[in-house]
Every structure is written in C-alpha cells, then in structure tokens.
C-alpha cells in the first residue's frame, strides 16, 4: 500500500521543482493592469431620458520581451504583446438591450463587452537585419489612419532608404468575439441581428462574416531629414444584408451578398526637415472607390530663431464611408481649413502656440439662388454656381512645465456662419513629495451658440479637481471631481476613478 | 537654543496662536508651492541655476566680492558661486578670478568654440541628458592645454578606455600633485607645500577657507542619461573637439562643451556606407526600457524630440499637429510610445482631458459641426455617437416609439427640409460635414426622401413610394459611378430598383 505524502513533503517537492526544474529565463516580462470607474448622469435635451453611465473600464496588458533570450538591440529580437479590455456600463436599463422593449431598445448595445485590443508576435532584425514580422491582431498607422486587423505583416528594410511592409488578415469589427467596430470604415449601422425581425430596424445590418483585408507600404528607412510612407489598403465586405431599407412589392426585402469593397484606399506621407531652417510636410489620401481624393494636408514650418517657429498649413478633409453605405454620395466638397501658427518656446519649461485662420466650404450651388438657378438650368448639365461659406477658427495653446508638474492654458476661438464656440481652460498639474502625491485642478469657462438650434446657446463654468497617490513606482490611485455649471444642465458631476498596477521589470 | 528659535521658528506649538501661524504658513506654503511649479530648495536651485537648467545659463561659478555664501551652511563649506574671498587667499597670488568662467569675465564663449551642433540661444545640452552639474574647481584649461602643454588624456586619461557613460572620466585629485605640489593621497589630510600659492587649497577648491580645515565643497557632475563610448569613438580616430568644442581655447570647461544631439546627427545622420557603424536609432545613444523603448522620464523631466528633428517638436499644441509626423514615420512615434498610448485616446473610454475641454458633453454639439477636433480620428460616428444618441431619444431611427413627438431638434421643415431649396436647407450641411448627420442618422431616414420613386418595386403605380426621389448625387458623379457600381452595389440598390434605368448608365 502507498504511504500518502505528507504535506510538507509535497511543499519541499514543489519547491524543489521550482527552484531546481526551473529554467533560465532569457525574456522579460511586463503585466500592467488598469481600472478606470466613470460615474456621471445626463439627460436628453428635451428632459428625459435620463442616461446613466456608471462605467467601468478594466484593461489587462502583458509584455514579453527577449523572447529568444537575446537582449541585444543589435541582434534580432522576438516580442509578444497584448492588451484585453472590458468596457462595462453598469447603468443601462435591461429594456435598453432587449428587442422585445422596443419602445426603448438600442440594436448593439452591450453591457460589458470584451474586446482585445491587441495580442500580435511580433519579431524584429531578422535575415541579417533586414526583416520583422507581426502575427496575430495588430494596429497599423499609416497615411490612410489608424486601423487594426487580425493577420500577419511581413517588413523588409534595405539597409539603406526603403522598407517594404505588405499585410493581410481580417479587418477587426464588432459582433465577432473579442472585438470593437472601432476600425471599420463609417456610415453603416451593424451588429448581430440574432433576434430582430427584419422590419425591425432594418438599416441594422447584419454583421457576422469576416472581412479580408491586405494592403501594402513603401516607406524611407534610415533617412534621417526626410521621412515618408505610401500605403494601399483595400478590405471587402461579405456579409447578406438587406439592400433597401424598405420591403418590396411583396412584403419582402431585398438582400445583397457576396464579397464587396468596404474601402479601397491609397495615400502617401511625407515629412522633411532641414534643422536650420524648417520642416514640410504634406498627406493625401485617394479612395479608388469614390474614384476622388478625399484627404490632404500640407504645412511648412520655418525656425526663425531657435525659439520661433512660424507656418502655414492647409487641410482638406471629405468625410467618407463605407462601401456599403449610401453616405459616399451625400458627402459632396468636405472642408478646407487654412491656418497660419506661430510657436515660441520661450525656454525649456514655458511654450505658447497660437493659431488662426479659415475653414472654407465650397457649396455645390449657390444657397442662396438654388432654386429658381435649377428650375432654369439643363437638367443633363445644371449649372448650378457655387458659394464660399467659411468660419474662422483660432486656438492658443501655452505650457509652463517643471519636473514637478505643469500649469497649461488653452483657449479657442470659432466663429461665423455656424455659430461660435469660445472659451479657454487652465490646467494646473502637481507631484509633491518626490510624485509620492499628484494633484488636478482645472478651471474652464466656454461659450457656445449653434446657428441651427439658438435654444441650446450656453455659457459654461466647470472645474475639476483631482488626486493621486502612488505606492512605489508600480501602482498609482487616483480621483477626479467633476463640477459642470451651465443653463441646460443646471449642475452636473462627474467622478472618475482610476487604479494603475504594473509587475515587471 | 536651537538654531531654529535663533532664527525666530515658532517652534514648540505651546501657544494656540503659534500653531495656527503655522498651519496658516503651510496653507500659504502650499499655495505658493502649487502655483510655482519651478520652485525647489534653495541648493537645488543653485545648482540648477549654475548648471544652466532652465535658460541655459553654463556652469560658471562667477566671482564677488565677499564670502557670505559658504558662511550660512555650518561646516560643510557650500558649493558658493562665488570666488574665494580675497582674504583668505595666499597673498602671493592676488585675486583667483581665471578658470571660474569658460571666459574672462564671464564674456560669451565664441560660437565657433562650441560643441559642434550648439547654436545661439539653444540653453545648454539638455538638462535631462545631461543633468545639472555642481562645479567647485577652479580650473583655466586654455592655461594647461595650450601653455603648460597638457594633452586632454593627460588629465582625463580614462577617456581612451571608458565603455560607458557611467565612467567618471574627471582626472582624481592626485593628477595634480606633481605640478601643485599638493598631495590628495589621503582625501582627508590633504596637504601642500606652504611656501606655493598654488599649492593652496582655496586655489582651485571655490569657497574654500582656511577654517574650513580638510573639508572642501563636494563637485558633482552627475552621469549623463546615455549609452556612449568613448573608447569606441577614439577608435574611430573621433577627436575630443569632434564633440567637445574648443575646450583647449576656454578657461573653466561647463555642461555647455558637452555634444548637442545635433552634433551627433552630423555623423549618426548619414546615409549609407558614410555612416559607417553609427545607426541613427535613438536607443543607439539614448538610454532603452527593457521593451527596447527609449527611456524618456527622468527626474530632471521627461526627454521629448526638439522640432528640428523630424518636426516633432512636442509644443503646446502638439496634440493637434502629431498626425503629420505619425503618417509619415509611425515608427519613430514607437520609438518612446507604446501603443496603448495611442489607444488611450484613439480608442479610449475615458474622455482625454487634453483633447475635451471640460464640459464637452453639454457644448460637443457645436465642436462637432464644426469638426473640430475631427470626431472620426477617434469615434466611429454609427456605433459611438450614433448608440449614445438613441440612448437619449435625440435620433429619428432607435427608440422613437418613447420619445416621440417632444419637439423638433432641426430648424422647421419649410426651412430645413422642404423643397424648395433655400440657404438654410439641410442639404449644405450634408455636403458640407456629414459626418455630423450620420451620428444621429442612419441610412433609412435619408433614404426615405432620396430613393427613387421605384425603390423596392412599389413604386407610384403599385401601391405607394417609399423615396421622393431628391437626387443627393454631387457633380460629377456620372463618370464615378461605374467604378462605385462594380465594386459594390449595395448602396445603389438602397435607393435604387435593381431595374432602374439610371443604374443601366453606370454598369
């Protein structure tokens, strides 16, 4: 008969295949976790309903570096890293999440979803230096914007001036597990249509098929005074959805299926800077399903002396959608903002910028004559003229900052034919004993009035005061009060609090 | 007496009015605390002021005329900024004004004397690379350099062997014995010969007096927060004023002749074969987190890129202008950010105040038709805008069932709407930032007035129309619409019969 084994020995065995067993770990290791509580009420401008948001946000992160054991900048290197986040909003009303409350439901809503933010290996230097690599869910910037997808990215970097990136995978959109909408192209409503009849919501589309996605970049490597980067990006669409939001002659409703552009997109960016006298720098994005370039910028900044730095900038943006939605073709000029900035760093620690300048819209058409110039024009080529509408947009921007802490000041100023926004907030921030303590304080004062809806003109006054404490280096509690005091609200409070927790080296 | 009740501190707390003096003195200190960030101790301030931590002001200890500033700190003699008093030097020499200063005088040091990469106006190296220094010798290089000979590896002769920039490369006391005809081999009975005035300790130890017996001021010249070798720039045949500037040419040598990241491009920014083992990495030089991230928060503050550098220059208003940089060179953001720093803003749940001003959600509205900040660099307008506004009852499409009939949200149809168009028609608005729009509507409440009249097969003659018909196409469409069409049908077939003629033009 076996004699059982006492306690103490199982304790000295599992010891000793700790200690004994263990191997010598050639990686590093990082966990750092993050919970953020949100507690605020608003209401509906016409009074009810009531939302409450009582939030709380938890992020779960890990980092492994050195995964080959080979700490050595020079030498290829393998890392994994990854970030899970729950999202939960504890104040929804249950009839808010349930199709058969459909006085009050919101197709999509969830309580606390999970999402994965990222989770990629990813390997650096290989091929004598010339090659990475990235598996798994990751997120790209590039021209084109921020965008993430679950695939594999393989880069080549010549030893000199180029570097060649291509990827493909599946672009990350919700209703699939672990995942947010956050990155898919815009203007299309969707989610999982489990319980919905179609007539209910029937511009809810469904959502359940993966979406594949590959691009591929050009970029300068090692070019020290000018930076740059082309990139191509196509992601299709394959889910069945209704096609008219409408049913047909029958009663019944139309489908569309198969595999369709959500967005196919190429653009470049570059950046040049000559130390002695300035930098420029410009984007441009063209989406081949619109056939149209719908994004460019270009700004060039001139170092007068060591502190003073003055430019000019122009940005175009025309907001643009998802291949499946019917936004593409509302959308017609955009806008374009031309802005002049001035920068002076009066020394290291005090820094004041200030802008100014237009946002111009060209309408198609004149507003003002539209009507009797379409009556009057060839229906196969209206004339229609055109008109500038234009507000102007200024900012002021100043920063004192010490190794204590900071004090900052912001101001803004819009105004013209949609109204005016204008007000400005100073920010005080503080680490006393040695950052063991930090302190918020921010006061704000601004004044809105929207052309559109005059009735929900305000002036507001808000201040937030805040409070940290930090036990070591790796953990750090904070609160924030939140006290906003304006006509349509009357009094509002905000409470947010947040605890950071980090293990690793 | 305690020297605190010398000085007149209410201490001990035995009168009620003295304790409220002092609560009422922390209050007003920590006020005062509060609103002057830049405040530190008094001996902080010194040495940063000396250093040139804040405007640039070089290391230069600067003659005067007494020696109150070393009297106030006891016996440990005070790193003074000022010469040693008169009196107490050996009469043989006079007064000990050289080698305090990189130049007679305090004048200016010559542009072309600087380290390479250092322009006018610049501050300094950088005091979080190269923190404050504490300098409490009196040293005249140009004297022992170019008169007396003395090579730089003479003195600071583990600069040939030094790996690390950890090395103290500053010559030990006792590489003077032989000309000062001192003996630093036993730091604490140092001694020198009585009849050399140069062999006197208030000759190079600043604030030096003779009560203050063996006890000198400490010197501290703190590491620099970089990884470098100097053996392996020798080995290259790098001279020290490659880096370092004239210093043969300056009396006292401060934090100013130490190399500028500008000067460091000037080799580790070439291109190609030229650049020969010097990567232009920013971890090459600077110090890394275990992540192979540049380490950039120090105490002195954090390290953030000058704007001639990429044109990354992190100013006030940075947070507007980053994207520039981010599209066109992503890699060097990931050069210090991780990116869940991105994600805490781009993809972030808790309002970034630095982007929101306070009170955004009651005046988000106007900040929106504007677009200002652009709301799509971070929300996605038909699942974050659009959820929250049904949640409020504010949308057409969602809930209307409750919250019907309380009041319109747009101008009156007659203006807004209806045909025809006028100036304050809908329609400018939707040309002009529809984003706006489509963060309350969805493609229903458009459709309903802009499919055709044929959409769904019920057109006028069978039964009722769900469009109008109001054609939302903008110029030019015709000759895009072929593209669009075979692509991806689907937003056609929203407002179009599959049958619809107009189609026939763009397949």
């Not at chain 2, 010798?137 to 583990?158: D, K, M, Q, Y």
Request: with cysteine; charged share 20%.
């Amino acid at each position: 008969m076996a004699r059982a084994c006492s306690p103490r020995t199982i304790l000295a065995l599992a010891l000793f295949a700790g200690t004994a067993a263990a191997p010598a770990r050639g990686y590093e290791a990082r966990v750092d976790a993050r919970t953020d509580v949100q507690l605020y009420t608003f209401a509906s401008p016409y009074g009810d309903p009531i939302v409450r948001r009582r939030r709380v946000t938890q992020q779960l992160g890990l980092a492994l570096d050195d995964l080959d054991g080979v700490p050595d900048p020079r030498a290829a290197s393998l890392g994994f890293r990854a970030r899970l986040r729950l999202d939960g909003d504890f104040g929804q009303e249950s009839a808010e999440r349930s199709p058969r409350t459909p006085e009050r439901f919101v197709p999509g809503l969830e309580e606390a979803p999970l999402d994965l933010i990222y989770a990629y290996l990813e390997g650096e230097g290989y091929l004598g230096g010339v090659a990475g690599f990235r598996v798994g869910r990751q997120q790209l910037f590039d021209a084109l914007g921020w965008w993430s997808f679950d695939g594999a990215l393989l880069r080549l970097s010549a030893p000199a001036y180029v570097a060649v990136e291509a990827y493909a995978g599946y672009e990350q959109r919700s209703s699939l597990p672990l995942t947010t909408d956050r990155y898919a192209a815009d203007g299309v409503w969707r989610g999982r249509r489990d319980e919905l009849e179609t007539a209910l919501h029937p511009a809810f589309l469904d959502q359940r098929e993966l979406a594949p996605a590959w691009g591929a970049a050009l970029g300068t490597s090692g070019m020290h005074w000018v930076q740059g980067k082309l990139a191509y990006r196509r992601v299709q669409t394959r889910d069945v959805v209704v096609s008219a939001p409408f049913p047909d002659a029958g009663g019944g409703w139309q489908t569309v299926g198969g595999a369709r552009v959500a967005s196919e997109r190429a653009g470049g960016a570059v950046q040049a800077t000559l130390p002695e006298l300035g930098a420029v720098g410009g984007r441009a994005v063209y989406d081949l399903y619109l056939s149209r370039a719908t994004e460019y910028d270009a700004g060039v900044d001139a170092y007068l002396t060591p502190e003073l730095t003055v430019g000019a900038r122009l940005d175009h943006y025309l907001p643009t959608f998802d291949g499946d939605s019917i936004f593409n073709w509302f959308s017609h000029q955009g806008m374009t903002t031309y802005e002049a900035r001035a920068e002076w760093a009066a020394s290291r620690r005090f820094a004041i910028a200030a802008s100014g300048g237009l946002r111009a819209f060209t309408t198609e058409g004149d507003p003002e004559r539209y009507a009797s110039a379409v009556a009057d024009a060839d229906p196969a080529s209206p004339s229609r003229g055109e008109a500038q509408r234009t507000d102007a947009v200024s900012s002021l921007d100043a920063r004192h900052r010490t190794a204590e802490g900071s004090v900052a000041a912001r101001g803004v100023l819009e105004a013209g034919e949609r109204g005016h926004r204008r007000g400005g907030d100073v920010t005080l921030r503080r680490r006393v004993l040695g950052g063991r303590f930090d302190a918020l304080g921010i006061v704000s004062l601004y004044d809105w009035r929207d052309a559109l809806r005059p009735d929900r003109a305000a002036t507001s006054l808000q201040y937030v005061l805040g409070w940290g404490v930090r036990a070591g280096r790796r953990a750090r509690f904070g609160a924030e009060w939140e006290h906003a005091m304006n006509r349509l609200v009357g009094q509002r409070y905000r409470v947010v609090a947040t605890l950071e927790l980090e293990v690793g080296p | 007496m305690s020297r605190a009740r010398a000085h007149g501190s209410p201490r001990g707390g035995n009168h009620p009015a003295a304790g409220a003096l002092l609560a009422l003195s922390m209050v007003v200190a920590a006020l005062l605390g509060l609103h002057a960030p830049g405040a530190r101790a008094a001996g902080e301030a010194s040495a940063a002021a000396s250093s040139g931590a804040g405007l640039g002001a070089p290391a230069e200890p600067t003659p005067a005329s007494s020696g109150e500033a070393s009297a106030a700190s006891g016996n440990a003699p005070a790193a003074s900024d000022t010469a040693p008093a008169a009196s107490g030097a050996p009469a043989a020499a006079g007064p000990l004004v050289r080698g305090l200063a990189p130049m007679p005088g305090g004048a200016p040091v010559p542009e072309r004397w600087r380290s390479p990469g250092a322009v006018e106006g610049d501050g300094g190296p950088s005091p979080v690379v190269f923190p404050p220094q504490r300098l409490t010798i009196r040293f005249n290089h140009r004297l022992h350099v170019r008169s007396l000979g003395v090579p730089c590896t003479g003195c600071h002769e583990r600069a040939r062997t030094s790996r690390s920039a950890r090395d103290s490369l500053l010559p030990p006391a006792t590489r003077c014995d032989a000309c000062h005809l001192t003996d630093h081999r036993d730091l604490s009975e140092v001694t020198g010969e009585p009849e050399h005035h140069a062999a006197a300790c208030v000759f190079c130890h600043v604030g030096y007096r003779p009560e203050d017996g063996n006890r000198v001021a400490r010197m501290s010249v703190p590491p620099p927060r970089l990884r470098f070798s100097h053996a392996a720039h020798g080995a290259r045949n790098i001279g020290c004023r490659q880096c370092h500037g004239e210093v043969q040419e300056l009396e006292l040598a401060t934090r100013d002749q130490l190399p500028r990241m500008r000067g460091c491009l000037a080799c580790h920014g070439q291109q190609g074969p030229a650049r020969g083992d010097a990567p232009a990495a920013c971890v090459t030089c600077h110090l890394a987190e275990a992540s192979g991230r540049m380490k950039t928060s120090f105490a002195e503050g954090r390290l953030v890129p000058p704007a001639w550098l990429h044109g990354a220059g992190h100013g006030p208003d940075w947070i507007e202008r980053h994207r520039a940089v981010a599209a066109a060179d992503g890699t060097l953001c990931a050069t210090c950010h991780q990116e869940r720093e991105c994600a805490e803003c781009h993809d972030g749940r808790v309002r970034p105040r630095r982007v929101h001003p306070n009170d955004f959600l009651s005046s988000h509205p106007v900040a929106a038709r504007q677009n200002d900040p652009r709301c799509t660099s971070c929300h996605r307008t038909q699942s974050f805008c659009l959820g929250c506004h049904q949640r409020a009852g504010v949308t057409l499409s969602g809930p209307d069932a409750a919250f019907a009939g309380r009041g319109r949200f747009h101008p009156p149809p007659r203006e807004w709407t209806d045909p025809p168009r006028g100036a304050g028609h809908h329609a400018w608005e939707a040309q002009r930032n529809l984003d706006a729009c489509v963060s309350c509507h969805t493609e229903r409440d458009c459709a309903g007035c802009h499919a055709s009249r044929e959409v769904g097969g019920r057109g006028a003659g069978s039964g009722g129309a769900f469009g109008q018909g109001s054609n939302p196409h903008p110029v030019g469409f015709r000759s895009r619409c072929r593209v669009a069409l075979r692509k991806n049908a689907r937003p056609c077939l929203v407002c179009h019969d599959p049958r619809d003629a107009r189609l026939e033009a763009c397949r």
